[in-house]
């Protein structure tokens, strides 16, 4: 099996080294990712500024690219253009923090995983529930394995990705696996403002993680109670509820002013 590893935390996080030594054993590795931190970039891409990519270096070897860019930068240069023909799988991660609710939107570990699945590539993105440098890389790189060998025969629709999520505890201590939705918990913002060395106020961007009113089968409640949460995802938004109930209705409504008119 081929894999192609990327990330946001950069080509130099802990979660990458991880997830890298977890999965050579079991895989052929090709790795791309973010030259620096790209956490909360979400699904931009690089267009007004070359790409540059750098081999990375790590205890004298040779690891993989570092890409100037952003985590989907790093896949679609990667898959389409760097590797010679597709990989089986593309394994974003490991995210130091975890990747639930409305923080999907903004997550660049799931982007990279995204812009894989829109390039026809089965992907995963894997998270830690823990923000500090001190999480438990190794419990999420084996859940990582496991998925990775399991993933082949899951027979994924094309277009749909894994977002996996993992408690910040001992393999030994999860409770389980659980198939999960996008939960609607979310980080509440707090802006902290402060002047600067020249006297001109400016903003920084705080916030704590609130817990709202789940569903039974949400991502973080999954996460909470000690299980390894997967979710699928796919890129369509649609609201298809809105659109079927009101599709008739809408469309009588905004037709009728231009006919209107027209008399
Ligand atoms: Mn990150």
């Known amino acids: 099996m081929r894999i192609l590893l990327s990330n946001d935390d950069g080509i130099d996080a802990p979660g990458l080294r991880a997830l890298a030594a977890a999965l050579a054993p079991v895989a052929e590795l090709f790795i791309v990712a973010p030259a620096t931190e790209q956490s909360a970039v979400g699904h931009a891409i690089t267009m007004r500024d070359p790409l540059k990519v750098r081999k990375w270096h790590r205890d004298d070897e040779f690891f993989g690219y570092a890409v100037s860019g952003t985590p989907a930068d790093c896949v679609k240069i990667a898959l389409c253009t760097l590797m010679k023909r597709p990989p089986d799988l593309v394994v974003s991660g490991i995210n130091q923090g975890a990747n639930l609710g409305t923080d999907i939107i903004y997550s660049g570990t799931v982007s990279a995983a995204t812009e894989g699945t829109l390039l026809g590539v089965p992907s995963i993105a894997v998270s830690v529930n823990c923000y500090e440098r001190t999480a438990r890389f190794d419990t999420a790189a084996r859940v990582a394995a496991t998925l990775a060998a399991d993933v082949p025969g899951m027979k994924m629709p094309r ?7 993992v408690p910040n505890v001992a393999y030994e201590e999860l409770k389980g ?20 060395p020249r006297g001109t106020p400016y903003y920084w961007i705080g916030g704590k993680f609130v817990e ?4 039974a089968h949400a991502d973080y409640l999954a996460v909470k109670h000690g299980f390894v949460s997967i979710t699928p995802l796919h890129f369509d938004v649609t609201d298809y509820s809105f659109l079927h109930a009101s599709k008739a209705r809408l469309e009588r409504m905004f037709n009728r002013a231009p006919r209107t008119r027209r008399r």
């Open 212 to 215: 709202t009113d789940e569903p």
């Open 159 to 165: 277009g749909t990705l894994l977002n996996v999520n």
């Open 177 to 196: 696996w659980r198939l999960t939705s996008q939960g609607r918990s979310k980080f509440v913002e707090n802006y902290i403002r402060r002047i600067d």
